[in-house]
């Protein structure tokens, strides 16, 4: 029987919780009971063994970011509209490590769910990306464009990667600017 208050969603929870504080390796079955005060093993009854939990969790932190993305777009385009998007992205990467790096990956073949949420944050980047006249299948290799040098940015920032001692905030503005005149070059 599972346990009163016990369910999939505040597994979820503290999964993220640990994932943010210790990093997504730190998410197992063992420590997520740990800190819920429960066996391990009754973790099953919410939650498909760790692959399952740390899809949940990819879900979870898709569908966060999405909405942080949604949010800085809204009521913007073109360069002002990049630029609010990179620097929500950039700061939900920083505020929520694990979460962040639970939505690298790509959904599995046959994860309708999980597919679907991803298709709604690439729907945001293409919308901005529409401001330039970029559309179809040259939208979705500019989106990649975009996601590298931003989750590159990030990744190196988060692991303390950028050791001299320069303004990161200048160094992100350089990158925008870099993505907009690349993208500005698509129309011609």
């Known amino acids: 029987m599972p346990r009163q208050g016990l369910d999939s969603g505040r597994v979820v929870e503290e999964a993220a919780r640990i994932a943010d504080a210790d990093g997504l390796d730190a998410v197992t079955l063992a420590r997520v009971a740990q800190a819920l005060g429960v066996r391990a093993p009754s973790l099953y009854n919410h939650v498909d063994g760790r692959a399952g939990l740390l899809r949940l969790l990819s879900l979870l932190g898709i569908e966060e970011l999405t909405e942080a993305l949604r949010d800085a ?18 700061a939900y990467a920083l505020a929520h490590p694990g979460r962040y790096a639970a939505t690298v990956r790509a959904p599995a073949p046959g994860d309708e769910r999980l597919a679907a949420a991803a298709q ?4 945001v980047i293409v919308a901005v990306l529409a401001a330039w006249g970029i559309a179809g299948e040259e939208a979705l290799h500019r989106v990649r464009v975009v996601r590298s040098a931003l989750h590159g940015f990030v990744s190196l920032e988060a692991a303390g990667g ?27």
């Not at 777009?73 to 950039?90: D, K, N, P």
């Not at 600017?177 to 698509?186: R, S, Y």
Request: no cysteine; aromatic share 6%.
């Open 73 to 90: 777009a809204m009521g913007r385009s073109g360069a002002e509209a990049l630029a609010a998007i990179a620097g929500s992205y950039r």
């Open 120 to 123: 709604r944050a690439l729907d």
């Open 162 to 188: 950028f050791g001299l001692p320069l303004d990161l905030d200048r160094s992100f503005e350089l990158l925008l600017a870099t993505l907009v005149a690349g993208l500005e070059g698509a129309r011609q």
